[in-house]
């Protein structure tokens, strides 16, 4: 993930990266890995699209580091990691990640726009995971996807 000719900045990344990996490995329960592995992937993913100056699409996430603290406060960033795993979003963990959502609806945790916006970040952030992925272990294909096709309906509903 991490590409680049050095940089003291780029090595400073590689070494938070590794620490949060090594307390991943050390975790004594999923939850507290997961987490870190998560909190590693997105500095990845930050690290990359201000690399390359990609922003999101969405008007209020244009910053990569903004999209992914809002990615993290709707827990999207479990999926992510879920997905990157797996090889894929399966229809599943969508579904499982939607019903968490909901929760967080009608208890107010969260507030709507920020659901929409999460999700909005997740899919930005998992297209370009699947356009980096060279040797296609991670696929999030815009097409066929009812992972993708219920998470973007659910945020579509959010807006009304």
């Known amino acids: 993930m991490l590409r680049g000719q050095g940089s003291a900045e780029e090595a400073e990344l ?3 990266v590794e620490g949060l990996l090594a307390r991943a490995e050390e975790a004594e329960t999923r939850e507290a890995a997961v987490d870190a592995v998560a909190q590693a992937l997105l500095m990845g993913l930050v ?3 201000k690399a ?5 699409r969405a008007k209020r996430i ?3 580091e903004r999209a992914a603290a809002v990615l993290r406060a709707c827990g999207l960033d479990r999926l992510l990691v ?3 795993v ?3 979003v399966t229809t599943t963990a969508a579904d499982r990640q939607l019903a968490q959502m909901r929760d967080a609806l009608a208890t107010r945790r969260c507030a709507p726009e920020d659901l929409k916006y999460g999700i909005l970040a997740f899919d930005g952030f998992a297209q370009r995971m699947a356009a980096a992925d060279s040797d296609g272990t991670f696929a999030y294909t815009l097409k066929e996807n009812r992972a993708r096709d219920l998470l973007l309906t659910f945020a579509r509903a959010l807006h009304r």
């Open 14 to 16: 590689r070494r938070q």
């Open 86 to 88: 797996r090889g894929r």
């Open 82 to 84: 879920e997905g990157w």
């Open 52 to 56: 390359t100056r990609m922003s999101m």
């Open 62 to 64: 244009a910053k990569p």
């Open 47 to 49: 690290f990359e699209m």
